[in-house]
């Protein structure tokens, strides 16, 4: 039934993902370090890898994006060496191939924000889980990482850059890679998932939040109380699965 809906849609789906790349804004990657050190105390070597949301795409400086946030944090608690390596556009197979440039480092800790450039792309789920495999390993044997973290797809099925049905459609192939990287993982050794609350559900103390309000302005990317969050999350579960 999914694949006749698909197929009854694809001409609709084509015209909008065409007008979504021609009519959407273009975030640049916010300036800032890349690279440092910072704190005192035990030492800890970050690498944080990915895509453009990983590179901070959606506010106007590192310092407000994710690696700001996470090196902010760490380094209240560690003599932390921290590295930056993403790009917009980057997918998973974009990834693995700039490891296998990069010169062999150790590192403590992986935070890898990937999946979304796999989702938008024709890649079949088994394919996308042999990249990850392959990341994995790579980081593993090559930069001796001891956890790797991976963060959640987001919920692509909000992003207001997507028109309808385009983004029910985008929302339905998430889900399905998301359920995947999820199964993959918990046959992981050393590789970790990255949850998020659900911050787009009402209860009787929370009203429901606008997804104005947390992503960035051109609808598609995170905006600084994700980024903040998402910090806060990582550090939760980096001391919880200690």
Same mark, same amino acid.
């Given at each position: 039934?999914?694949?006749?809906?698909?197929l009854?849609?694809?001409?609709?789906?084509?015209?909008?993902?065409?007008?979504?790349r021609?009519?959407?804004?273009?975030?640049?990657?916010?300036?800032?370090?890349?690279?440092? !050190?910072? #704190?005192?105390?035990?030492s800890?070597? /970050?690498?944080? %890898?990915?895509?453009?949301? +990983?590179?901070?795409?959606? *506010?106007?400086?590192?310092?407000?994006?994710?690696?700001?946030?996470?090196v902010?944090?760490?380094?209240?608690?560690?003599?932390?060496?921290?590295?930056?390596?993403a !790009?917009? #556009?980057r997918?998973?197979?974009?990834? /693995?191939?700039v %490891?296998k440039?990069?010169? +062999?480092?150790?590192?403590? *800790?992986?935070?890898?924000?990937?999946?979304?450039?796999?989702?938008?792309?024709?890649?079949?789920?088994?394919?996308?889980?042999?990249?990850?495999?392959?990341?994995?390993?790579?980081?593993?044997?090559?930069?001796?990482?001891?956890?790797?973290?991976?963060?959640?797809l987001?919920?692509?099925?909000?992003?207001?850059?997507l028109?309808?049905p385009?983004?029910?459609?985008?929302?339905q192939?998430?889900?399905?890679?998301?359920?995947a990287?999820?199964?993959?993982?918990?046959?992981?050794?050393?590789?970790?998932?990255?949850?998020?609350?659900?911050?787009?559900?009402?209860?009787?103390n929370?009203?429901?939040?606008?997804?104005?309000?947390?992503i960035?302005?051109?609808?598609?990317h995170p905006?600084?109380k994700?980024?903040v969050l998402?910090?806060?999350?990582?550090?939760?579960?980096?001391?919880?699965?200690?």
């Amino acid at each position: 039934m999914r694949n006749i809906i698909l197929l009854l849609l694809s001409p609709i789906l084509i015209i909008q993902g065409i007008w979504v790349r021609t009519r959407t804004v273009r975030l640049p990657e916010p300036d800032g370090q890349r690279s440092g !050190k910072s #704190g005192s105390g035990e030492s800890l070597r /970050l690498l944080i %890898l990915g895509d453009s949301a +990983a590179a901070g795409v959606g *506010v106007n400086s590192q310092e407000k994006a994710l690696t700001g946030q996470v090196v902010s944090r760490l380094s209240t608690r560690f003599n932390l060496h921290w590295h930056l390596d993403a !790009k917009t #556009g980057r997918t998973t197979y974009d990834t /693995l191939q700039v %490891l296998k440039s990069r010169q +062999a480092e150790n590192y403590d *800790v992986v935070l890898i924000s990937l999946g979304v450039n796999d989702v938008t792309s024709r890649i079949a789920v088994l394919d996308w889980l042999e990249h990850c495999s392959d990341l994995a390993e790579i980081l593993k044997d090559k930069f001796s990482a001891k956890r790797i973290i991976w963060s959640d797809l987001p919920k692509m099925e909000k992003f207001t850059a997507l028109p309808q049905p385009l983004r029910w459609v985008v929302g339905q192939r998430k889900d399905h890679l998301r359920n995947a990287l999820a199964n993959w993982i918990r046959h992981q050794e050393s590789v970790e998932l990255l949850e998020f609350p659900n911050i787009f559900e009402s209860s009787e103390n929370k009203p429901r939040e606008k997804i104005e309000d947390w992503i960035a302005s051109d609808g598609y990317h995170p905006g600084e109380k994700i980024y903040v969050l998402w910090a806060e999350q990582f550090m939760q579960h980096l001391y919880i699965n200690d």
